[in-house]
């Protein structure tokens, strides 16, 4: 089963920084790390992936371990817009299963 | 670009009653998704399209079918709803089936069976 484990909720101050860990033990060689977020009432929003290699993008970075076995999603300076749900799946070749995610409370 | 697009928004359907959802994507994609999320839970995979003419279960089957009749569309059906399979349903695709690529939600159809 390609579930990952994240803690339930974390909270961070607004423009700081934050760190979303994820475990997924389970995670094969070709199982791509992504990260999604949700904001209530809406669908999830992609916000970053990886394979091996830490990835940089205009909204998060991702750090992967050398084993595969665990990432850390980095909002470089959290603002009140990124308070969401965030999710860390591995996606097995159209197999895409989501756990119960982190929630982010950012406060001002 | 609408992306992915889910009708209906709301639905309110009676016990043993049937209804399809629909989805459709106008992003060429080859791979898409149905998901439902229960209130406070996160998303879990009912089914799933590789590729149009093709289908697999996910987590969560028991109770739906899907039909991936073209490229552009997926549909899940609930032949005889159940209070129970009330939830929030969501619609994905995604380019490719190896994993990088990001997947597109639609916005969710909210179902209530009483």
């Known amino acids: 089963d390609a579930k990952t484990t994240q803690p339930n909720s974390m909270e961070s101050n607004e423009e700081e920084p934050v760190h979303l860990p994820c475990n997924h033990s389970t995670i094969s060689g070709t199982d791509y790390i992504h990260w999604y977020r949700q904001l209530p009432s809406q669908g999830p929003e992609y916000v970053i992936h990886g394979l091996t290699s830490n990835v940089n993008n205009r909204m998060a970075s991702l750090a992967i371990a050398e084993d595969r076995k665990s990432s850390t999603l980095i909002l470089h300076r959290a603002t009140l817009r990124d308070a969401a749900v965030y999710y860390c799946?591995?996606?097995?070749?159209?197999?895409?299963?989501f756990g119960a995610g982190t929630r982010l409370t950012v406060k001002p | 670009n609408a992306g992915v697009t889910q009708t209906p928004k709301f639905q309110v359907l009676k016990t043993g009653q049937s209804m399809t959802l629909q989805c459709a994507q106008d992003?060429?994609?080859?791979?898409m998704y149905w998901y439902r999320q229960d209130p406070g839970m996160g998303l879990r995979l009912i089914y799933y399209s590789a590729s149009e003419g093709t289908t697999d279960k996910g987590e969560v089957p028991n109770g739906y079918n899907v039909s991936r009749l073209n490229k552009r569309e997926f549909s899940l059906r609930l032949e005889s709803a159940a209070p129970s399979q009330t939830s929030v349903y969501f619609c994905?695709?995604?380019?490719?089936?190896?994993?990088?690529?990001?997947?597109?939600f639609g916005q969710g159809t909210r179902l209530t069976v009483v």
């Open positions: 799946i591995h996606n097995r070749n159209n197999d895409m299963r």
């Open positions: 994905a695709s995604s380019a490719l089936g190896s994993g990088n690529t990001e997947a597109f």
């Open positions: 992003m060429n994609h080859n791979s």
